[in-house]
């Protein structure tokens, strides 16, 4: 995965969007072992996918071995690509910011047939993910509009090797656009506490969060 961290980041947008205020605290701490065993993964997967369809292979690539794990996502990838109509393959794509300030990412893989972009997001946790109205894939899609303008059909699947599943929804354009506006509207002068404060770097220095935390701690334990 890409180690380039935007302050308007996709796998934060949960936090984000409900609480611009959490943008004025900058993340703390190091990845611990979940989240390194995630980006290896992450690697591997996509090293493998590079090789298979002869994208750019970094240099020194030495063996790489799938375990269960990414070999699930691979499957699921490659049945993907197989439906599509010779699809243009982009693996771990770095989309920068562009003309909302600090909101960039990297799409684990991004499918485009014609107008059609199809975002795959690999989850190596054993927690649940909805796919539906899921903010984390809504601003992938947004930055893969960015990037290529010509899409105007949207899909998106998120793959969960852990728990067997997987599942794929889709958006139109103009629920795009939509989404757009609620990111351009999120204000940092805004605090609202939720469930969302459960992943804030502002937790335990949040006034906010302080009037709230019988019920923080509520949705924690729900
Ligand atoms: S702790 Fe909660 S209310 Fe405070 S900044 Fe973070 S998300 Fe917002």
Excluded at 75 to 104: M, R, W
Aim: glycine share 6%; charged share 25%; hydrophobic share 35%.
């Amino acid at each position: 995965m890409s180690g380039i961290h935007h302050e308007r980041g996709p796998s934060s947008a949960s936090r984000w969007l409900h609480c611009g205020g959490s943008l004025t605290f900058s993340p703390s701490g190091e990845a611990g072992p979940e989240a390194l065993e995630g980006t290896r993964l992450h690697d591997v997967a996509a090293n493998l996918l590079r090789v298979k369809y002869h994208l750019d292979v970094p240099d020194a690539l030495g063996v790489i071995e799938a375990d269960e794990v990414v070999t699930t996502y691979l499957d699921f990838v490659e049945e993907q690509i197989a439906s599509l109509n010779d699809p243009e393959i982009h693996i771990e794509l770095y989309c920068p910011p562009t003309d909302i300030k600090d909101f960039g990412g990297t799409i684990d893989c991004l499918l485009i047939d014609d107008d059609l972009g199809h975002i795959i997001d690999l989850k190596t946790g054993f927690k649940f993910v909805a796919a539906k109205d899921n903010e984390q894939l809504l601003c992938y899609t947004l930055l893969a509009k960015k990037r290529f303008p010509q899409l105007k059909q949207f899909r998106q699947s998120i793959v969960q090797p852990r728990i067997n599943f997987s599942s794929t929804v889709s958006c139109s354009l103009e629920e795009l656009l939509e989404f757009e506006q609620r990111i351009k509207s999120v204000d940092k002068t805004d605090f609202a506490a939720g469930s969302h404060c459960d992943f804030c770097p502002g937790l335990g220095d949040c006034p906010a969060a302080d009037r709230n935390l019988v019920q923080i701690m509520s949705y924690a334990k729900s």
